[in-house]
Structure formats: structure tokens, C-alpha cells
């Protein structure tokens, strides 16, 4: 089993950015995919970024393209989401998940975080 704890969610003003980490513990998560999704009230989870196994190649929602990076360090079996030129649209509860069942910007992954909210005000 995987455990997975997102945490670095807050409240921004708008053009701010954020951090948001997400920590594997259990066994190691360094041979799978991992994403970022989102979900805002009324809303369906969406997908926001993810990234190989071996953090070379990355994915990302057309949305946050050049505002959000993702990374990984495997020695610390954590990722990361950097969040930049933030904008009140972007608030949601970010959840980490890990090893997708298909394609990496569909739901269908393992294991999921509890989320951590992210609120960006205008």
C-alpha cells in the first residue's frame, strides 16, 4: 500500500504562487507515474499535470501550461507542484495520486492523497 500526503495548499492573492509537496510513504513510488488533479465545488476532478517515473517527461493540463511545473525527487519519494502566476480559477482541493491504470490525465490511478486546498482570491 501507498500512502500519499499533499501539503503547501493556502489562501494567495491573485498573480502569487505556491508550493504544494506530496509525500509517498509506505513503499516507494519512484517506478510509477504521479499526478496532480483538482476539484472545485460543483466541479469534476480534472487534471492538471503529471510526470514519468523518471521525472523526464512531463504532462500538463492546456490551462496551467507555463504557470505550474511539476517535478519529483525519487531519493525522498516526494513531487512537487509549483504553482505560478496563480489566478482565482485555479481554486480547488490538489490531490496527488500515483501509478495511473491508463493514460496519465484520466481519474483511474491507485492511490490518492486526502487533498489540500488551494484558494486564490482576486
Known amino acids: 500500500q501507498v500512502q500519499l500526503i499533499e501539503t503547501g495548499g493556502g489562501l494567495v492573492q491573485a498573480g502569487g504562487s505556491l508550493r504544494l509537496s506530496c509525500a509517498a510513504s509506505?513503499?516507494?513510488?519512484?517506478?510509477?507515474?504521479m499526478g496532480w488533479f483538482r476539484q472545485a465545488p460543483g466541479n469534476e476532478r480534472e487534471f492538471v499535470a503529471a510526470i514519468s517515473w523518471s521525472g523526464s517527461t512531463q504532462w500538463y493540463n492546456d490551462s496551467v501550461k507555463g504557470r505550474f511545473t511539476i517535478a519529483r525527487d525519487n531519493a525522498k519519494n516526494t513531487v512537487y507542484l509549483q504553482m505560478k502566476r496563480l489566478k482565482p480559477e485555479d481554486t480547488a482541493v490538489y490531490y496527488c495520486a500515483a501509478r495511473p491504470k491508463g493514460r496519465v490525465n484520466d481519474v483511474e490511478y491507485d492511490y490518492w492523497g486526502q487533498g489540500t486546498q488551494v484558494t486564490v482570491s482576486s
Open positions: 509506505g513503499r516507494t513510488v519512484s517506478s510509477e507515474a
